[in-house]
């Protein structure tokens, strides 16, 4: 038997737990349902133009300045931590973002995920929006995959694809997405239809500030990241390495007193800068930078040979063997 769900002027009843509140009436389907009683496709595209445009929210650049949550460890100013009392949507307490919990079964085109999200009406809150990309990388939990998201925190949520509302530098109408199978991060173009959570900020009153002003302070060939609180190797070894190797000369980097690492694949990706490509990075904090892939700390999750490159010709992070040789960024 098909189960359908419809749409009252105003009201949606489906896996968001919220209300769009875009227009008259429209109707939605469980996962998996793609036909009517008699047989017939159905048909959301007049539903779809008949939706009425909401505005779409800029992210707000106090939320820029963060720390990275870390699935990896458990105690700590950067340990995954969110808190899930309200009612349909998760708050990380690390971000401060506020993120929806159940998912809404469509697939839509990067506009119309943004209108969607625009819509949104959850928990009594309004003001969500699509992800950017880094805030959207931020909530993949690394350590899992079929999803690389934590299923109590999100639960449902399916190995699909993600849109977020960053567009790509030196493609005109490709965005980027990620993809929570495994959690790899990259761009297609935005007519594509994969699946969107909505985020918004934190109420008025919440602890997140703004950023400082400089995003990188330069010193003796060290790049202190203002936002992630992390210092950067400036000046890179010409040579490629295997995973392994790569690991170990950072480990063993004496300079500035020592205590590097390779970084992990949210670190790494939290210098790409997605105005620019070939290399997508800030060119005066990090002169010289080739448009190569760079290995991250990050093995890939149930996997013994294969760990995480971010490529810097525009950014995007995948899997890949550990005994191809890649170039290293160290941090600490």
Same mark, same amino acid.
């Given at each position: 038997?098909?189960?359908l769900r419809v749409?009252?002027?105003g009201?949606?009843?489906?896996?968001?737990?919220?209300?769009?509140?875009?227009?008259?009436?429209?109707k939605?389907?469980d996962?998996g349902?793609?036909d009517?009683p008699?047989?017939?496709?159905?048909?959301?595209?007049?539903?779809r133009e008949a939706?009425?445009s909401c505005?779409?929210?800029?992210?707000?650049s106090r939320?820029?300045?963060?720390?990275l949550?870390d699935?990896?460890?458990?105690?700590g100013?950067t340990a995954? /931590?969110y808190? !899930?009392?309200? =009612?349909?949507?998760?708050?990380?307490?690390? $971000?401060?973002l506020? &993120?929806?919990?159940?998912?809404?079964?469509e697939t839509?085109?990067?506009?119309?995920?943004?209108?969607?999200c625009?819509?949104l009406?959850?928990?009594?809150?309004?003001?969500w929006?699509?992800?950017?990309r880094?805030?959207?990388?931020s909530?993949?939990?690394?350590?899992?995959?079929?999803?690389?998201?934590?299923p109590?925190v999100?639960?449902?949520?399916?190995?699909?694809?993600?849109?977020?509302?960053?567009p790509?530098?030196?493609?005109?109408g490709f965005v980027?997405y990620?993809y929570?199978?495994?959690?790899?991060?990259?761009?297609?173009?935005?007519e594509?239809?994969?699946r969107?959570?909505?985020?918004r900020?934190a109420?008025?009153g919440?602890d997140?500030?703004e950023p400082p002003?400089?995003?990188y302070?330069?010193?003796?060939g060290?790049?202190? /990241?203002t936002? !992630?609180?992390? =210092?950067w190797?400036?000046?890179?070894?010409p $040579?490629?390495r295997? &995973?392994?190797?790569?690991?170990?000369?950072?480990?063993?980097?004496?300079?500035?007193?020592?205590?590097?690492?390779?970084?992990?694949?949210?670190?790494?990706?939290?210098?790409?800068?997605?105005?620019?490509?070939?290399?997508?990075?800030?060119?005066?904090?990090?002169?010289?930078t080739p448009?190569d892939?760079?290995?991250?700390?990050?093995?890939?999750?149930g996997?013994?040979?294969?760990?995480?490159?971010?490529s810097f010709?525009?950014?995007?992070?995948y899997?890949?063997?550990?005994?191809y040789a890649?170039r290293a960024?160290?941090?600490?």
């Amino acid at each position: 038997m098909v189960t359908l769900r419809v749409l009252l002027p105003g009201l949606l009843i489906g896996a968001s737990g919220g209300s769009h509140g875009c227009g008259p009436a429209q109707k939605t389907h469980d996962a998996g349902v793609n036909d009517t009683p008699d047989g017939a496709p159905l048909d959301f595209t007049a539903d779809r133009e008949a939706e009425t445009s909401c505005p779409v929210t800029a992210p707000s650049s106090r939320f820029a300045a963060w720390p990275l949550p870390d699935p990896t460890i458990r105690v700590g100013p950067t340990a995954q /931590d969110y808190d !899930t009392s309200s =009612t349909g949507v998760a708050v990380d307490r690390v $971000t401060n973002l506020v &993120w929806q919990r159940n998912l809404d079964a469509e697939t839509y085109s990067s506009s119309e995920a943004g209108t969607h999200c625009a819509c949104l009406d959850l928990d009594g809150r309004s003001g969500w929006r699509l992800p950017t990309r880094m805030e959207l990388i931020s909530i993949v939990d690394f350590t899992r995959r079929s999803p690389a998201i934590d299923p109590g925190v999100f639960p449902g949520t399916p190995d699909q694809w993600f849109w977020t509302s960053s567009p790509v530098a030196d493609k005109p109408g490709f965005v980027w997405y990620i993809y929570f199978e495994t959690g790899f991060s990259k761009f297609i173009d935005g007519e594509s239809r994969y699946r969107v959570r909505c985020v918004r900020e934190a109420d008025a009153g919440s602890d997140a500030k703004e950023p400082p002003s400089e995003h990188y302070r330069v010193a003796d060939g060290n790049v202190f /990241d203002t936002r !992630t609180g992390l =210092t950067w190797q400036q000046t890179l070894d010409p $040579t490629m390495r295997p &995973w392994a190797d790569a690991t170990a000369t950072c480990a063993a980097l004496t300079f500035a007193g020592g205590g590097w690492r390779l970084p992990n694949m949210k670190e790494l990706q939290s210098l790409v800068d997605e105005a620019r490509a070939d290399p997508a990075l800030d060119p005066t904090a990090f002169p010289d930078t080739p448009p190569d892939s760079f290995w991250t700390s990050t093995r890939v999750a149930g996997t013994t040979d294969s760990a995480w490159r971010v490529s810097f010709s525009q950014g995007y992070a995948y899997d890949e063997n550990v005994m191809y040789a890649y170039r290293a960024r160290c941090v600490r």
